[in-house]
């Protein structure tokens, strides 16, 4: 992996355009018996005459499409950044909400299963209730799952609705 | 304090970069950088696509590094340092292609995006370097451009690619010494007609 002395040379020749033309025949002579050199012209070379044929095969986007996509990408991702603490403010005040609505519903447990347990009695169909749905407890996942019903119907006339529309 | 300037500029809705040709990005007004991309564009087209063997991959890639160029910090000390900063885009999203896993099947490839063979893009030196570049490693390719085709230093290349320059001495060494062989000794089939 030694590196030849005369190495610098060459390559500042070949980086000027000036290889051979200015180059002594010593120093040709030398490139053409030493193997480092001789590699390096011949890469070089070839690398630059390859590089010189793609670089005028290719067809360029206008600068101008490329600029205005950038700055888009630009204001998208400051509208990102900027939406980033909202969306985590939104998300915390609907888990304190949720926190809340929890703590509110635990202490008030008894007096709401009592109202529950009062429910059929109100309004009278007691006796329309099969027996293990007659406990607050059972009349609870009653309630439960006719709201669920009736979220699940309202969801899926959103969903229709949607479909119609588009 | 004026209550404009406590809103983002996003949101007041006069943000300075749409509001016409003076706006500014990557340190560049449009003009500057319409002079770098005449003068940076091809070279880099030509890096990718020999470092990655597909000219449909590297148009793509060509034009995602100039958005991100100007979408970033890009460094505002010189074209030179532009361009470096461009290569080490494009070799980070070539690296990113390589790491990507597969899924896309040869026919779900729109006819247009195979490359031929036999196409006029094949030119003679293509024709001598293009079968020898694709017998080495990507990473060789990589630096064997970036050294002799570019002229980049070890320091340079480091930069570029994010290898240790001490790494890419040796590398490079590997690499041209397998490149010369191929070069000298092509295989038949590699050969100019005479």
Redesign the interface.
Known sequence: ?TACSREPEIRSLL?RGHWPAAASPELTAHAAACTRCS?LL???Q??????T??????R??A??V??W???L???N???QR?QRPLLGAQIFSVLLSLVAAAIFLASQSKATLAWIAAVPHVLHFESLLPEPLQSPLGLAALIAGILALIAAVAKALAYATSETRD | MPYESAI????TGD?P??TGGH?R?AGMD?DT??GF??RS???L???L??VSGD?AL??DLL?ES??R???ADAPTDGEVASRRYLFRIGSNLLRDHWRRPRHTSIDEVPEDRVPLAGT??Q????I???PALQQLKPRARQL??LA????YSHQEIAAITGLASASI??LL?RA??Q??RL??NPRPSERRPA
């Open positions: 992996m980086d590699q011949l890469l070089t070839a690398f630059r005459a390859d590089r044929r793609a670089a005028a095969s290719v360029l986007e600068p101008g490329l600029w996509r950038a700055q990408r630009r204001r991702a400051d509208l900027l | 983002p500029q996003p949101l943000a970069e749409l706006a990005a449009s950088f319409a991309y005449e564009a091809r070279p087209w030509a890096y696509a020999r000219p590297a148009d034009q100039f958005i160029f100007l979408a006029t893009e030119s003679d030196s293509a001598l370097l293009g064997l451009w002799y085709a570019e002229g001495r040796l060494f041209r010494r490149m010369a070069l000298q």
